[in-house]
């Protein structure tokens, strides 16, 4: 778990927002291994040394419209000094069996906006931007004020 966080603080920086890592390791532990499992981790390993170098966190979801399951990648994350190895290529083809494994309709993922990098990988996967939705997050106070009208 200490070396996840690790790399999810790293990855939180990468995106511009440092301050938006908040979780603990127990937190981690318990989203992975607690009563009620809620995702799944794997660790990326340097090919030659055998040590990691970063991590793909994911879950399953639904999609109602095809009444199947869809495999979410939460997060994929490569040390700056292993990219280029070819990890997430490898990563992100092991996530597609597990996906064709389980039955998915789909590998569902989000990029930060302006990540180019980024957005040209999964693209020379052959991924195509989802079109037709937008994300939203309800959090923090919005989260507590709409929770507590169900008090009511």
Request: one cysteine or more.
């Amino acid at each position: 778990m200490p070396q996840i966080l690790t790399y999810v603080r790293e990855l939180a920086a990468w995106e511009g927002r440092p301050d938006a890592a908040t979780a603990s390791a127990h937190d981690l532990r318990e989203l992975l291994f607690g009563s009620h499992p809620l995702a799944e981790a794997v660790m990326l390993l340097d090919p030659a040394a055998g040590t990691p170098v970063g991590y793909a966190w994911f879950y399953l979801t639904t999609a109602t419209f095809t009444g199947r399951a869809i495999l979410y990648l939460e997060d994929l994350y490569v040390t700056p000094a292993a990219r280029g190895l070819g990890l997430g290529a490898r990563a992100m083809a092991w996530l597609a069996n597990v996906a064709r494994e389980r039955g998915c309709a789909c590998l569902d993922w989000s990029v930060v906006e302006g990540n180019d990098q980024a957005i040209g990988f999964y693209e020379s996967l052959g991924a195509k931007p989802k079109h037709g939705s937008v994300s939203y997050r309800l959090s923090g106070e919005a989260l507590q004020r709409l929770a507590s009208q169900s008090e009511k």
